[in-house]
């Protein structure tokens, strides 16, 4: 809801969100009956936000807030593992399932400004101070309850960045800002311990620079930025001994945290109207900080290095390229494109390789993990799409017909996978080659 004041426009933003799921999920993709699960679980949540956007004095515009947010979840998981018969329900074959509850209540308060303090010159200023309140209860139905843990959090980010323009084709900018993701516990916790101790919240120092050019009377549209993103505690899901089944997975922080610099470029040309080509190109380099979490090695527990792992889903490089044609018709007009998408391997899981343990005989002091497991990596992928569009004028409503083409190629890799504790791996494939046709009207 907006309500215009003169001087000043408010703004509310109320929000509220239910959801109840049933999901099975075979996690083997085997025709062997070996991990099988069937998950049930509630979600609501509701949210309400408050603004006020104006001019303070000529030059220098505002806009202020307050945000509340509050949701709880429940939920109940059996699993199959190893049952061997799959005519056996998990709700039947698991008499201990695990049961998780769930509630986090936030607020904050936030003020963003913009400040033209020179001719062809603008400061922006700001910051948000947020507190989270997250709790969760994590038990077993037959062996009783693993953890509950209750935790506040608590952060004020800044932001600030500073842009200049030459000429009304010309822009030339500098940003600095503060990322933060709260804390919280880890719901697939399975010992006391680590049900019971929250992992950290997540900052990121975000450093900007680039420039937005329009050249040759705006016929050449080019975007450069380069930037430094530092991590400090990053978040990352752990794979770490202990309960029922051996191994658990929780939520940790890299100490050291990781390093992520990269620079893109984009940009569009038009020559002659009627026809338009973009492409764009992004260079990423990123690795972490002094990342050291328990591990197993023969009967031990103990540190395991995983600097050396490269970050997931960061590929470092991707690249694109894309021909869009509009024609004019007696009947509306006819659009038309074709596309190219590059993206180099990334990594989809942290996970282990191969390991090299220090000293190399007994029982050793620390295990340097060589990287992540190549089985949940996938190929480069260069992906072809095309559409053509038939848009007919029907008065004050359009009318369209449009025929696509997708991963023309049959491009074959997958975009998320996993392994399952050391034993198996699987993943998610890419979308085929695919055809459709689909047609709607406007108005």
Do not use: C
């Amino acid at each position: 809801m907006n309500y215009d004041l003169g001087g000043v426009k408010l703004t509310s933003v109320t929000g509220w969100r239910h959801s109840k799921e049933k999901q099975t999920q075979d996690f083997d993709g085997s025709s062997t009956d070996l991990y099988y699960v069937d998950r049930r679980q509630h979600y609501t949540q509701w949210s309400q936000e408050l603004r006020a956007a104006g001019n303070l004095v000529t030059g220098l515009d505002y806009v202020v807030g307050a945000y509340y947010f509050h949701s709880k979840y429940d939920l109940t998981q059996w699993t199959r593992l190893f049952g061997f018969n799959p005519s056996i329900p998990p709700m039947v074959a698991d008499t201990n399932e695990q049961m998780v509850e769930g509630k986090t209540t936030s607020y904050a308060f936030f003020g963003d400004f913009n400040w033209a303090f020179a001719d062809k010159w603008r400061l922006s200023f700001g910051g948000r101070w947020s507190h989270d309140n997250k709790k969760l209860t994590n038990a077993f139905a037959t062996t009783g309850q693993v953890g509950q843990g209750d935790a506040n959090f608590t952060k004020f980010t800044p932001k600030i960045g500073i842009d200049f323009r030459p000429n009304p084709d010309t822009m030339l900018y500098a940003s600095w800002s503060r990322g933060y993701r709260s804390g919280g516990f880890s719901p697939r916790a399975a010992t006391a311990a680590t049900a019971s101790t929250p992992f950290q919240p997540e900052t990121v120092d975000a450093y900007e620079i680039g420039a937005k050019l329009a050249l040759f009377n705006r016929k050449l549209e080019l975007n450069i930025a380069g930037y430094v993103s530092d991590y400090k505690d990053m978040q990352q899901n752990l794979t770490v001994p202990g309960g029922p089944t051996g191994n658990q997975t929780i939520t940790g922080n890299v100490a050291g945290g990781a390093l992520i610099k990269g620079i893109e470029i984009d940009g569009s040309l038009r020559i002659p109207p009627s026809l338009r080509l973009t492409g764009s190109a992004a260079y990423m380099k990123s690795h972490f900080r002094n990342f050291v979490a328990n591990g197993v090695y023969g009967t031990a527990i103990v540190p395991f290095d995983y600097s050396a792992n490269r970050l997931i889903y960061a590929p470092k490089f991707t690249g694109s390229m894309a021909l869009e044609h509009e024609m004019p018709t007696s009947f509306g007009k006819i659009m038309s494109s074709l596309g190219w998408r590059h993206i180099s391997p990334y990594d989809e899981q942290l996970s282990q390789a191969s390991l090299t343990p220090v000293p190399a005989t007994g029982t050793p002091t620390r295990v340097i993990v060589n990287g992540n497991d190549p089985r949940v990596r996938p190929t480069t992928q260069d992906l072809i799409d095309a559409s053509v569009t038939f848009n007919f004028d029907l008065g004050d409503k359009e009318a369209y017909f449009r025929v696509f083409g997708r991963n023309l190629a049959n491009e074959k890799t997958t975009t998320h996978a996993f392994t399952v504790a050391g034993l198996w791996s699987f993943g998610m494939a890419l979308e085929p080659r695919t055809y459709g046709a689909t047609v709607g009207v406007k108005f």
